[in-house]
T-cell receptor, first 114, second 112 residues
Framework: KAGVTQTPRYLIKTRGQQVTLSCSPI?????VSWYQQTPGQGLQFLFE???????NKGNFPGRFSGRQFSNSRSEMNVSTLELGDSALYLC?????????????FGSGTRLTVV | QQQVKQSPQSLIVQKGGISIINCAYE??????FPWYQQFPGKGPALLIA?????SEKKEGRFTISFNKSAKQFSLHIMDSQPGDSATYFC???????????FGKGTKLSVKP
C-alpha cells in the first residue's frame, strides 16, 4: 500500500512569508501527526489531528497551525516565517492497534527560510 | 526540558561489532518505548519497540533492554553492518496520548 506522501519535498521562503505543507496519510489511517526536525532541537511534536479535530498540541507558537480534511489529508501552515523555522517537517500517519500507536513517517518537507 | 536523554551523539563501530545506544527518561507515566532508524533524506522508520512490563525484546540483530527502576533503555545492534549506518532515535510516549518524545539521536557509522 502507498506510504505517507508529503509535498512539496523542498521549499525556500523569505522571512515574513507564510507557507503551507501538505500530507496524505496511508489509506485508512485517520490520524496525522506533525513533527519539526532540526539539528539543534531534534524531533519535536507539533500537533496531531484525528477525524478533522486537533487532538493534541505541542509547545509551538500560534504561528504554527494545521488542519485535517474529511479524506484525512492534512496541511500545516506557518505564518510570518522566521529564520529559525528552517527545518525538516515530518508528517506521520498513525494508527492505534491494541492501545499502541503505530507511526509511519513520510520523507518530509525541507523548509529553508532566507 | 528534555524528557528523553540519548547517548552517545555519535558512534563508530567496526563491521561485525556491537553498537550500543542508551536512553534515559524522566516521566514515569511513559509506557511505550520505540526506537527509530533514519537514513539521510528519509523520515524515521520504526525499528523495534518495548513496553515497560518486559525487560528485553529481540528482533533479529536488534535488541532493546529495558530497566524500569533506573528509567533507562538501550538498543543493541549485534553484528553491525555498514548498511546499519544511520541516525537512531529513541522515543517515549504514553499510549493514551500518542505523541512521541524523541531523544536527540545517535549517528552510527559502521566501518567495513
Amino acid at each position: 500500500k502507498a506510504g505517507v506522501t508529503q509535498t512539496p519535498r523542498y521549499l525556500i521562503k523569505t522571512r515574513g512569508q507564510q507557507v503551507t505543507l501538505s500530507c496524505s496519510p496511508i489509506s485508512g489511517h485517520r490520524s496525522v501527526s506533525w513533527y519539526q526536525q532540526t539539528p539543534g532541537q531534534g524531533l519535536q511534536f507539533l500537533f496531531e489531528y484525528f477525524s478533522e479535530t486537533q487532538r493534541n498540541k505541542g509547545n509551538f507558537p500560534g504561528r504554527f497551525s494545521g488542519r485535517q480534511f474529511s479524506n484525512s489529508r492534512s496541511e500545516m501552515n506557518v505564518s510570518t516565517l522566521e529564520l529559525g523555522d528552517s527545518a525538516l517537517y515530518l508528517c506521520a500517519s498513525t494508527t492505534q492497534v491494541g492501545g499502541v500507536y503505530g507511526y509511519t513517517f513520510g520523507s518530509g518537507t525541507r523548509l529553508t527560510v532566507v | 526540558q528534555q524528557q528523553v536523554k540519548q547517548s552517545p551523539q555519535s558512534l563508530i563501530v567496526q563491521k561485525g561489532g556491537i553498537s550500543i545506544i542508551n536512553c534515559a527518561y524522566e516521566n514515569t507515566a511513559f509506557d511505550y518505548f520505540p526506537w527509530y532508524q533514519q537514513f539521510p533524506g528519509k523520515g524515521p522508520a520504526l525499528l523495534i519497540a518495548i513496553r515497560p512490563d518486559v525487560s528485553e525484546k529481540k528482533e533479529g540483530r536488534f535488541t532493546i533492554s529495558f530497566n524500569k527502576s533506573a528509567k533507562q533503555f538501550s538498543l543493541h545492534i549485534m553484528d553491525s553492518q555498514p548498511g546499519d549506518s544511520a541516525t537512531y532515535f529513541c522515543a517515549a510516549s504514553r499510549r493514551s496520548q500518542g505523541n512521541l518524545i524523541f531523544g536527540k539521536g545517535t549517528k552510527l557509522s559502521v566501518k567495513p
